[in-house]
């Protein structure tokens, strides 16, 4: 059988008309592609018996992305738990959106470190890193859109810290220079610039003040004149002590202050080399020439979408951010899905997000945790086309596919199980088909696949495992594991065939297997009633093995009596009675030996006990004798 996990194309020879293809469902994600002969038709044709078992890449199978899959479903099944309490749930709900993404900043570092010490599979690795690089930033920008809320809506400070969080390159570039604290940067750094105007964009004036102050000409007027503005520029902060009408008054004062001062070229110091300082005041006053100018300078639009608004809207607000947007996006000309997704999200069309997210190439794993994320913070509200709400069955077909998917794995269908088990609708129905298409391998696996179906109420997956093992245990000669799984299973029917197979070893060869189990069968002994015989039984041979004549006597007598003794057993007990018949003390009473003649009468016959027949009777008649005689002297006193 060969699995094409590296393999994007199969060729299946068919060398003749006879043979055609076929392609059967094996499990979860797998199919199995083969030649078939067809019927009625000339067999003798060259016939190619390969099995192909087809699947598609699952990355999250990869040993470098383990840790994500179990960290994350802790956090999810955090979330699930947190659903059942009243209250404010936003704060917890924040908290656990930060988890999800320090799981996400913990898998990128990891596999940065695995792909600078390794050469082998660096593509796969370096292809790793850009999947969950674009998840986080979006995650990110999802956390502060529609979870991480702040009073008066005002997204802007948060936008900044998640450019300066995603694109940190021109600042680690600035931060490098300064610290080396050199005179004239501009002439021993060629990338200066680049760091100025970087930082710029960003929003980080106190970088662009510093660079600017290193400056070889840093002492010119233009340059004087740009830091002053500079340090007087307002910058709105939620928590400032101003209203927002307030801080727009301030913010247009300055505004026109820097404009006069660019209309007078107070900002050019060197008009034929160098118009650097004066297309920044340019960008820092609002100018869209200037932001397009400097456009080269960003890796995606949005880096655009943050200058623009904090030099022309500083307050601006999440339901402004679409009109913004727009106009950046449209110079651009990217298809990723992170750029869409992203647009999708400042568009508030979370349907449209969950559609882009959907190609980021990483099986479902973001899909599944942002949508419920999402869900549980009351943010999502999908309508399909008929404009019938339709958010429940999109979240719950997301975690199915997420959990499914898992569920194909040897080591992770347990978290696969976990997600399933919180789809209300379809979740316990689907776990239930692909419980029984697990693999059950070693005894402790199924044990785990048993408990997940118990759990959940699957009684028959468990009585059918369980028999299944316990079938397997007595062709393997395991006859105390065997009556484990049967007790697991909870079958009476196949508790009492393996009691069976006890007693009828004994028959055979005087010895009882698995004592230890068999003297602590307890409650269970309930089970059946051929159970409940085998572990008297079990339990009078451990009284008699210990000196207890009187005890194991009467639990002989009782068991004789009961009607539970199969055919086949009867002499067995018979000839166990001889013994205490004929011991010094009168163990037995006139009332059970006269049980005893009862019970050779109706069960003495069978062919094995013949030899000892005699041998009882008579051992019954001096029992019975000296019982009687003992219980006369005792009436008499």
């Given at each position: 059988?060969?699995?094409?996990?590296?393999?994007?194309?199969?060729?299946?020879?068919?060398?003749?008309?006879?043979?055609?293809?076929?392609?059967?469902?094996i499990?979860?994600?797998?199919?199995?592609?083969?030649?078939?002969?067809?019927?009625?038709?000339?067999?003798?044709?060259?016939?190619?018996?390969?099995?192909?078992?087809?699947?598609?890449?699952?990355?999250?199978?990869?040993?470098?992305?383990?840790?994500?899959?179990?960290?994350?479903?802790?956090?999810?099944?955090?979330i699930?738990?947190?659903?059942?309490?009243?209250?404010?749930?936003?704060?917890?709900?924040?908290?656990?959106?930060?988890?999800?993404?320090?799981?996400?900043?913990?898998?990128?570092?990891?596999?940065?470190?695995?792909?600078?010490?390794?050469?082998?599979?660096k593509?796969?690795?370096?292809?790793?890193?850009?999947?969950?690089?674009?998840?986080?930033?979006?995650?990110?920008?999802?956390?502060?859109?529609?979870?991480?809320?702040?009073?008066?809506?005002?997204?802007?400070?948060?936008?900044?810290?998640?450019?300066?969080?995603?694109?940190?390159?021109?600042?680690?570039?600035?931060?490098?220079?300064l610290?080396?604290?050199?005179?004239?940067?501009?002439?021993?750094?060629p990338?200066?610039?680049?760091?100025?105007?970087?930082?710029?964009?960003?929003?980080?004036?106190?970088?662009?003040?510093?660079?600017?102050?290193?400056?070889?000409?840093?002492?010119?007027?233009?340059?004087?004149?740009?830091?002053?503005?500079?340090?007087?520029?307002?910058?709105?902060?939620?928590?400032?002590?101003?209203?927002?009408?307030?801080?727009?008054?301030?913010?247009?004062?300055?505004?026109?202050?820097?404009?006069?001062?660019?209309?007078?070229?107070?900002?050019?110091?060197?008009?034929?080399?160098?118009?650097?300082?004066?297309?920044?005041?340019?960008?820092?006053?609002?100018?869209?020439?200037?932001?397009?100018?400097?456009?080269?300078?960003?890796?995606?639009?949005?880096?655009?979408?943050?200058?623009?608004?904090?030099?022309?809207?500083?307050?601006?607000?999440?339901?402004?951010l679409?009109?913004?947007?727009?106009?950046i996006?449209?110079?651009?000309?990217?298809?990723r899905?992170?750029?869409?997704?992203?647009?999708?999200?400042?568009?508030?069309?979370?349907?449209?997000?969950?559609?882009?997210?959907?190609?980021?190439?990483?099986?479902?794993?973001?899909?599944?945790?942002?949508?419920?994320?999402?869900?549980?913070?009351?943010?999502?509200?999908?309508?399909?086309?008929?404009?019938?709400?339709?958010?429940?069955?999109?979240?719950?077909?997301?975690?199915?596919?997420?959990?499914?998917?898992?569920?194909?794995?040897?080591?992770?269908?347990?978290?696969?199980?976990?997600?399933?088990?919180?789809?209300?609708?379809?979740?316990?129905?689907?776990?239930?088909?692909?419980?029984?298409?697990l693999?059950?391998?070693?005894?402790?696996?199924?044990?785990?696949?048993?408990?997940?179906?118990?759990?959940?109420?699957?009684?028959?997956?468990?009585t059918?495992?369980?028999?299944?093992?316990?079938?397997?245990?007595?062709?393997?000669?395991?006859?105390?594991?065997?009556?484990?799984?049967?007790?697991?299973?909870?079958?009476?029917?196949?508790?009492?065939?393996?009691?069976?197979?006890?007693?009828?070893?004994?028959?055979?060869?005087?010895k009882?297997?698995?004592?230890?189990?068999?003297?602590?069968?307890?409650?269970?002994?309930?089970?059946?009633?051929?159970l409940?015989?085998?572990?008297?039984?079990?339990?009078?041979?451990?009284?008699?093995?210990?000196?207890?004549?009187?005890?194991?006597?009467?639990?002989?007598?009782?068991?004789?009596?009961?009607?539970?003794?199969?055919?086949?057993?009867?002499?067995?007990?018979?000839?166990?009675?001889?013994?205490?018949?004929e011991?010094?003390?009168?163990?037995?009473?006139?009332?059970?030996?006269?049980?005893?003649?009862?019970?050779?009468?109706?069960?003495?016959?069978?062919?094995?006990f013949?030899?000892?027949i005699?041998?009882?009777?008579?051992?019954?008649?001096?029992?019975?004798?000296?019982?009687?005689?003992?219980?006369g002297?005792?009436v008499?006193?």
């Amino acid at each position: 059988m060969a699995e094409t996990d590296n393999l994007p194309t199969v060729h299946i020879s068919n060398g003749s008309k006879n043979v055609g293809i076929c392609g059967s469902w094996i499990n979860s994600n797998k199919i199995s592609i083969y030649n078939n002969r067809r019927l009625n038709k000339k067999h003798d044709d060259k016939y190619d018996p390969t099995i192909h078992v087809l699947r598609p890449e699952v990355i999250l199978f990869s040993p470098q992305l383990r840790k994500l899959v179990n960290e994350s479903n802790g956090v999810f099944l955090s979330i699930q738990k947190i659903k059942q309490c009243s209250g404010d749930l936003k704060p917890e709900l924040l908290k656990h959106s930060k988890q999800y993404r320090s799981i996400l900043r913990a898998c990128i570092e990891s596999l940065q470190d695995i792909c600078g010490k390794s050469a082998d599979k660096k593509e796969s690795l370096e292809n790793f890193l850009t999947i969950f690089y674009q998840i986080e930033c979006v995650w990110h920008l999802t956390e502060i859109l529609y979870i991480d809320v702040v009073p008066g809506d005002v997204v802007l400070p948060q936008l900044l810290e998640w450019i300066k969080f995603h694109f940190p390159a021109k600042e680690l570039i600035a931060l490098k220079i300064l610290a080396e604290k050199t005179i004239n940067a501009d002439l021993k750094h060629p990338n200066y610039w680049e760091a100025v105007i970087g930082c710029a964009l960003h929003g980080r004036i106190d970088l662009v003040r510093a660079l600017l102050n290193l400056h070889s000409k840093s002492d010119h007027s233009a340059f004087i004149m740009a830091e002053n503005i500079l340090q007087t520029m307002p910058v709105y902060n939620v928590y400032g002590g101003y209203s927002i009408n307030e801080f727009n008054v301030r913010w247009h004062h300055w505004q026109l202050e820097l404009s006069s001062n660019i209309t007078n070229k107070a900002f050019l110091f060197d008009v034929d080399t160098d118009n650097n300082l004066e297309m920044i005041m340019k960008l820092i006053v609002g100018d869209q020439d200037a932001l397009q100018h400097f456009s080269k300078y960003t890796d995606a639009w949005y880096e655009l979408l943050a200058a623009k608004l904090f030099y022309t809207s500083p307050c601006c607000k999440k339901p402004e951010l679409s009109h913004h947007a727009n106009n950046i996006a449209k110079g651009w000309h990217t298809n990723r899905p992170s750029d869409n997704a992203i647009h999708a999200l400042i568009e508030s069309n979370l349907h449209q997000l969950i559609k882009e997210i959907q190609y980021m190439g990483d099986n479902g794993w973001f899909a599944a945790h942002l949508v419920d994320l999402l869900h549980t913070c009351g943010k999502l509200k999908i309508l399909d086309k008929d404009q019938i709400e339709v958010t429940s069955q999109l979240h719950e077909s997301l975690i199915l596919e997420y959990g499914n998917t898992l569920m194909s794995h040897h080591s992770l269908w347990q978290c696969g199980a976990s997600y399933l088990m919180h789809c209300p609708t379809q979740g316990l129905a689907r776990l239930e088909i692909l419980l029984q298409s697990l693999p059950t391998g070693s005894e402790a696996r199924l044990n785990k696949i048993i408990n997940i179906a118990r759990d959940n109420k699957m009684d028959h997956i468990v009585t059918s495992m369980c028999k299944i093992q316990g079938i397997k245990c007595i062709q393997q000669g395991r006859l105390g594991n065997a009556l484990a799984w049967a007790l697991k299973a909870q079958d009476g029917s196949f508790t009492t065939y393996i009691a069976d197979q006890f007693l009828k070893h004994y028959a055979e060869n005087g010895k009882l297997e698995c004592r230890d189990l068999l003297e602590n069968l307890g409650f269970c002994m309930m089970a059946s009633d051929r159970l409940t015989f085998l572990g008297k039984y079990c339990e009078f041979h451990q009284m008699y093995g210990i000196g207890e004549f009187k005890e194991a006597a009467s639990l002989l007598v009782s068991l004789l009596v009961s009607n539970l003794t199969p055919k086949y057993f009867w002499s067995i007990l018979l000839s166990d009675a001889i013994p205490l018949l004929e011991a010094k003390e009168v163990i037995l009473s006139s009332s059970d030996c006269f049980e005893l003649l009862r019970c050779v009468e109706a069960h003495g016959n069978d062919p094995k006990f013949q030899n000892e027949i005699e041998i009882f009777r008579l051992a019954v008649a001096r029992n019975l004798a000296r019982a009687l005689s003992l219980e006369g002297c005792q009436v008499e006193h």
